[in-house]
């Protein structure tokens, strides 16, 4: 069949194969530029809410001291919690089912709607019910009257937690962040209003300030998913059933990476006083803020990876891997610097206490950095399991080594403790990638000199 083409066949595939190549090299480089572009977007966000947060951090503790800003953490901690334990991992597998299922946009934010609600309703009165006999054991220091208010938050937290990873999941980093910006911004404005206008600066002014602007991004993410599809309450059983089995292993992994983050503080409050919880959040919280490079990188990866072939995936991933390792690396360095000067200068000599603990947790917070880049990947390639033994591991080493560690070190045996925990997490997920995909460790690990060239050279563009 070859031998009787004539020549113009020949020069007509060359001309097609040409037009594929071009047109590939093409998607590639639009691909390179968007993700350059959602990072870009994303990380400016995080910016804005590190600085946003540390006002609002640094206003609230230099007003309320170690034991209101103690106490004001457990608070905000308690609906967290809550929103965790309750959300069932609805909108954990979003990704995977538009990306690779290729369920349509519209059904899929109808039935989030509809289980976010109906999640939501369910906690709202079942928590107020137990919250006096749950207060009353684990946070007798804790008003009721403020636990109850933050518990009002949590159906909105649902809501707004399960839209916004529809945007995430179809790479719409404008309205994904925007959501991510309402409430710290509303918190920092009402409760500066209250501390001019009114009393000066009170635990029940913040209280009322984390609450109301808590309840707006639900609010926010309903207007905004309405603005490009038709949302309404829908359950089709195509979709629920498969996204909760799905959502399951992703919920687990979720609740228990989220206990591990937060658990020290409740054992802090347990073994000590609600001020070493306010010592102990300032290092946490100036630690954490490292962690905003590999979560924007992290959101950005998501979609790439659901919508990406394997090997370019691998690429991806490798690359985004080794520029965490590069600058979180360089950042924890930083804070040794100059950690304790900042929070002299910022907290004042009040809370020179949260110095120590904050040089422990570095470490932890440089593997689990890696770790959450590469657990983004495996959930996009709908390997949530990983994430859910990884998290269980972390979950158990941190109670038995802050139960251990508390009693005997104060708040450094807690950082220590959270330190041990993220790394297991990250040997378990680092383990299992390399597994999974065949790519080598030193890959993810060892950054190469062309991985910032391309990096530079699509900035300029």
Not at 62 to 80: D, F, H, M
Not at 280 to 298: Q, R, T
Request: hydrophobic share 55%; proline share 4%; charged share 15%.
């Amino acid at each position: 069949m070859l031998l009787n083409r004539s020549p113009g066949c020949y020069s007509l595939d060359i001309v097609r194969f040409y037009d594929r190549t071009e047109s590939t090299i093409g998607r590639k480089k639009e691909s390179a530029l968007s993700f350059i572009r959602n990072a870009s977007i994303t990380f400016a966000t995080r910016i804005t809410l590190f600085i946003v947060g540390l006002t609002s951090s640094v206003l609230v503790a230099r007003l309320l001291g170690p034991e209101g800003k103690g106490l004001l953490s457990l608070v905000v901690l308690t609906g967290s919690v809550l929103f965790t334990v309750v959300n069932l991992g609805v909108g954990t597998g979003t990704g995977y089912f538009l990306g690779r299922k290729k369920v349509p946009l519209d059904k899929l934010a109808g039935n989030w709607l509809s289980l976010s609600v109906l999640i939501g309703l369910v906690v709202l009165v079942v928590s107020q019910i137990f919250a006096p006999a749950v207060v009353s054991r684990f946070l007798p220091s804790v008003p009721l009257w403020a636990v109850r208010l933050a518990l009002i938050t949590v159906p909105f937290t649902i809501v707004s937690y399960n839209l916004q990873m529809l945007f995430k999941a179809k790479g719409d980093f404008h309205r994904f962040n925007l959501i991510d910006l309402v409430q710290p911004v509303l918190f920092l404005v009402i409760f500066v209003s209250a501390v001019i206008f009114a009393s000066g600066g009170t635990l029940e002014e913040a209280v009322y300030s984390y609450v109301f602007s808590a309840l707006m991004p639900g609010i926010v993410a309903v207007a905004l998913v309405s603005s490009i599809v038709k949302l309404r309450f829908r359950w089709d059983g195509e979709i629920v059933k498969p996204a909760m089995r799905f959502g399951v292993q992703g919920y687990i992994a979720g609740f228990l990476g989220f206990l591990n983050y937060r658990i020290d503080m409740f054992l802090v409050n347990l073994y000590m006083e609600p001020r070493f919880v306010g010592y102990y959040s300032i290092s946490v919280m100036i630690a954490e803020k490292l962690w905003y490079l590999p979560n924007v990188l992290a959101a950005v990866l998501y979609p790439r990876v659901a919508h990406s072939d394997e090997e370019n995936a691998n690429i991806d991933t490798s690359r985004v891997s080794r520029l965490t390792v590069f600058l979180i690396g360089l950042s924890c360095l930083l804070i040794l610097v100059v950690g304790r000067v900042a929070i002299r200068f910022l907290y004042s000599d009040r809370f020179l206490p949260a110095v120590k603990p904050l040089f422990y947790l570095l470490p932890g917070i440089f593997a689990m950095s890696l770790a959450k880049v590469v657990s983004s990947d495996l959930l996009a390639r709908g390997f949530p399991r990983v994430n859910m033994i990884a998290g269980f591991t972390a979950f158990v080493a941190n109670v038995l080594f802050n139960m251990y560690l508390i009693p005997r070190s104060g708040i450094s045996g807690a950082a220590i403790a959270s330190t041990i925990s993220y790394s297991l997490f990250a040997a378990v997920v680092l383990v299992s990638f390399v597994r999974i995909t065949g790519v080598s460790l030193w890959n993810l690990l060892i950054p190469k000199a062309e991985d910032f060239s391309a990096m530079f050279s699509r900035l300029r563009r």
